[in-house]
């Protein structure tokens, strides 16, 4: 009997482990859900510190699957949060608003602490290819001018397909697209240490796959720009001081 009532706490025991994780899990979800789109008050560089704060890695990835917005999740993700978020957020700020003007065929959204810059696949690539157009290149060139004028971000870029092919197939797509960009963004000299590629092929569209409109949309690549390790730390000494 005593063997058995220990079991029995031992199942109890985890079962209410689980159960605080799903809740913080939903939690810190509902939080950052609220922080992003509740406060219209606020500006992104004050959104971008709660919600570094609040989230982090974990709560990012949530978010990002929650959403089918992989930026978002990967912005969340890597977010300093608190006084040195904020101090990134204004450096992040001054940025959005030069490759904005600089490159006007991207679409830039600030979120947290970071830069989402998504291109049409049309824009960059003719339909089912994945060499770039002369006009690509001059959109990224563009691009590369802001992108040099800020080394101490780290940049992820994102290739996305439509539902139309086979999963595999827009999966290849998907990399070959974000492997195509990179390797420009390098040859014009962004640091390779800056860059990483991830394909999502047709599982994460952010628009609805229902009609040629949404189709196009989603046949997109992602730039995250994010800061990395040296500016988080010289934010933090600002903050500091």
């Not at 998907?174 to 000299?189: I, N, P």
Request: hydrophobic content about 40%.
């Amino acid at each position: 009997m005593v063997k058995s009532a220990d079991l029995y706490m031992k199942i109890i025991q985890i079962k209410t482990v689980e159960m605080n994780k799903l809740k913080m899990s939903l939690l810190v979800l509902l939080s950052a859900t609220f922080m992003l789109t509740g406060c219209a008050s606020w500006n992104k560089t004050q959104k971008g510190a709660v919600v570094g704060t609040t989230a982090g890695g974990a709560a990012g990835a949530i978010i990002g699957r929650a959403s089918g917005n992989t930026a978002l999740g990967a912005i969340i993700g890597a977010a300093a949060g608190g006084a040195t978020g904020a101090v990134i957020g204004r450096q992040m700020d001054k940025q959005a608003e030069e490759i904005a003007k600089t490159v006007p065929d991207a679409k830039v959204e600030r979120v947290g602490e970071g830069i989402v810059v998504e291109f049409s696949s049309n824009i960059l690539f003719g339909f089912d290819q994945s060499n770039l157009s002369d006009d690509a290149k001059t959109n990224l060139d563009k691009l590369v001018v802001v992108l040099e004028n800020y080394p101490d971000t780290d940049i992820e870029i994102q290739g996305h397909t439509d539902s139309k092919g086979s999963v595999a197939y827009n999966q290849a797509l998907s990399e070959q697209r974000a492997g195509t960009v990179s390797e420009y963004l390098a040859d014009q000299g962004i640091a390779d240490n800056r860059l990483t590629i991830k394909g999502f092929g047709e599982n994460t569209p952010k628009y609805s796959n229902d009609d040629t409109e949404g189709q196009t949309q989603n046949r997109r690549v992602e730039f995250l720009i994010a800061a990395n390790e040296k500016m988080k730390a010289e934010a933090e000494k600002e903050a500091v001081n």
